[in-house]
């Protein structure tokens, strides 16, 4: 009996062994499992920054988009939007923005360097915001944080992981700290998502005022060129070009592959140089280095040497140039492959 059991011990050592290694091993690939699945310990790559855009229909004020800029243009890892609200001001004299907000944006390569850049960003100013980091709101959606407030305006830096963010406020009849925490809040929630792996949708941007060449009272007056012009058949396509970001443009579908759009905007969309010129009849843009020139009523163009013809005749309405967005593909020889962006149509050029 006793040699049985001694048996039965020394074939039973070697499964020990195995079950005792896999149990030590389990909690190293349990917290391994959990840290990947949690995002304890991940760091966002450049490629999520278009997910942490913040777009203007989450803006808790009504606002045109003033400018927008990435650097690098090649794979950024900064974004800068700034926001303006209606022009306020006396007839005849230079209009400024009721109210204001800014959210910039950077990818760093670790959390040590976002925290380091805060210290540049504080030197800047006069009056550095203190730092609240542990206190709420802040501990909801940032490492660390730091906040300054005064009448009309307020401005907040914070950390989350490798994720800076400077954010400004301002309003000319007085700030509401939770408008400016609801836009915190969401950039937080934003970059959370992207941290756990399901980052939200990047979001479909208008051409911004300094992409079209216009003041403060020409973005607000191409806000609503869609309602203005369209009425209830105005809506809205996006388009992007290549790799870029998308981008909304007010339209109106004309056909199952096509819809008119303002000149302004497709331009912009394009990236074009310098703003599009309108005269009574004829209208100017410079689209991919060449020089277009548009006619009221005529369904062609003038590209470059060439005439391409139109899907339907130029319309000069309500101070804009109206286009098919089918010029793309019979001017600049792009094809267009037509999907979906969330609920909107999305023009491709590839």
Not at 189 to 209: C, F, N, Q, T, W
Not at 229 to 248: D, E, F, I, S
Not at 328 to 343: D, F, H, P, V
């Amino acid at each position: 009996m006793d040699r049985c059991c001694r048996s039965l011990r020394d074939k039973a050592r070697p499964l020990l062994a195995v079950c005792l290694a896999v149990a030590c091993l389990a909690p190293l690939a349990s917290r391994t499992g959990c840290a990947a699945a949690t995002g304890d310990q991940a760091l966002l790559s450049a490629a999520a920054l278009p997910n942490l855009l913040v777009a203007q229909e989450e803006l808790p004020l009504r606002t045109i988009l003033w400018k927008l800029f990435t650097w690098p243009s090649e794979s950024p890892r900064k974004y800068e939007e700034v926001w303006y609200g209606p022009p306020t001001g006396q007839p005849g004299t230079l209009k400024a923005a009721h109210w204001s907000v800014s959210v910039e944006v950077a990818i760093r390569r670790s959390p040590q360097e976002a925290v380091e850049d805060v210290g540049w960003l504080r030197k800047d100013v006069a009056t550095p915001p203190p730092e609240v980091s542990g206190q709420q709101p802040f501990a909801s959606f940032s490492d660390r944080a730091w906040y300054g407030i005064g009448p009309y305006s307020a401005r907040l830096i914070f950390v989350r992981r490798n994720v800076l963010a400077d954010m400004h406020m301002a309003h000319k009849e007085g700030l509401d700290p939770a408008m400016f925490f609801a836009v915190a809040r969401l950039l937080g929630r934003k970059i959370d998502a992207a941290l756990a792996g399901r980052p939200e949708a990047v979001p479909v941007l208008p051409p911004s005022a300094e992409d079209m060449g216009v003041g403060l009272e020409g973005a607000w007056e191409a806000k609503t060129v869609g309602a203005r012009v369209w009425r209830k058949q105005a809506t809205t396509v996006a388009l992007q070009t290549g790799k870029g970001l998308p981008r909304a443009l007010p339209a109106k579908q004309i056909a199952r592959k096509d819809f008119t759009v303002p000149l302004g905007h497709l331009a912009a969309a394009l990236s074009a140089k310098g703003k599009v010129k309108v005269g009574s009849k004829q209208a100017r843009a410079t689209l991919a280095g060449k020089a277009m020139v548009l006619s009221k009523g005529k369904a062609e163009a003038r590209y470059g040497d060439r005439t391409v013809r139109l899907s339907r005749p130029v319309e000069f309405r309500a101070g804009q140039v109206l286009v098919p967005l089918s010029l793309i593909e019979k001017a600049l020889g792009q094809r267009i492959t037509w999907g979906k962006s969330g609920a909107m149509i999305l023009a491709r050029l590839g």
